[in-house]
């Protein structure tokens, strides 16, 4: 799709990728990200070794499994720290920004899954959750897959609506807002009957799946940024003569 595609088709990409999607823009995003994901990444450790609660070995997995993602997403981080690092390594940069873009989706989710078994939420709950986390992934396809689609109608030249364009992208936006909305507030709905610790499990939900949701607009513009990086030598931003 993106193949037949020139450069001027991406021209709205490549002045994002000169502002607020620059190497240096990048980086302060990186320790953003990272802040918010320690914070996820200590609520959810709680429930690893509880005193009173069955952890499922799958959970202890999971958990493990997110250090391990912690971890190297902070090696990443730090490494573009430098702004010399993260202007020679800008196409590298570029795929690491999808990657944790990708990975901060989700992260609330892993504290949703977490809570949900710390408290021994009830299974309507959790499938609510991977019915929406679900959605949220269909959502980004249908996203990204709109976004390559207006790169081949030059709707990302000089001068056009660009990439969201939401006075005439109303559908796009409103499913997802009505398929959250529904799911959410049938959860709801059943949770009056249960205790009150539940509330604290669909609040950590509703997080989860703004943030998924929200991320899956803005996504697709960091896979295109990727791609430009990789395709066309000019997409690469010099470095700063200051530094």
Do not use: H
Not at 5 to 32: H, M, N, T
Not at 113 to 135: A, H, K
Not at 226 to 243: A, G, S
Request: charged fraction near 15%.
């Amino acid at each position: 799709m993106l193949g037949n595609c020139k450069e001027e088709d991406f021209y709205q990409i490549k002045s994002v990728g000169q502002d607020r999607l620059s190497p240096q823009s990048i980086s302060g995003f990186f320790w953003a990200v990272i802040f918010v994901s320690v914070l996820t990444t200590i609520a959810t450790s709680s429930g690893l070794f509880p005193e009173d609660n069955d952890v499922s070995t799958a959970m202890v997995l999971i958990l493990l499994l997110s250090y391990l993602m912690l971890f190297i997403q902070f090696i990443f981080t730090l490494f573009f720290t430098f702004k010399k690092v993260a202007y020679k390594f800008e196409r590298f940069q570029s795929l690491c920004l999808s990657f944790i873009g990708l990975k901060f989706s989700i992260d609330f989710y892993l504290a949703f899954f977490d809570v949900c078994e710390r408290f021994n939420s009830p299974n309507y709950i959790r499938n609510t959750g991977l019915i929406l986390m679900g959605g949220g992934a269909i959502f980004l396809i249908i996203f990204t897959l709109r976004a390559f689609k207006r790169v081949s109608q030059g709707k990302l030249r000089q001068g056009e609506n660009g990439l969201y364009d939401f006075q005439n992208s109303k559908g796009y936006v409103s499913v997802p807002v009505i398929f959250g909305v529904t799911m959410f507030g049938g959860a709801t709905a059943r949770l009056f009957s249960d205790t009150a610790s539940n509330f604290e499990v669909l609040g950590m939900l509703f997080f989860a799946v703004l943030l998924q949701y929200s991320l899956a607009l803005a996504l697709p513009e960091f896979f295109l940024l990727m791609y430009c990086k990789f395709r066309f030598e000019t997409f690469r931003v010099e470095l700063p003569k200051k530094w």
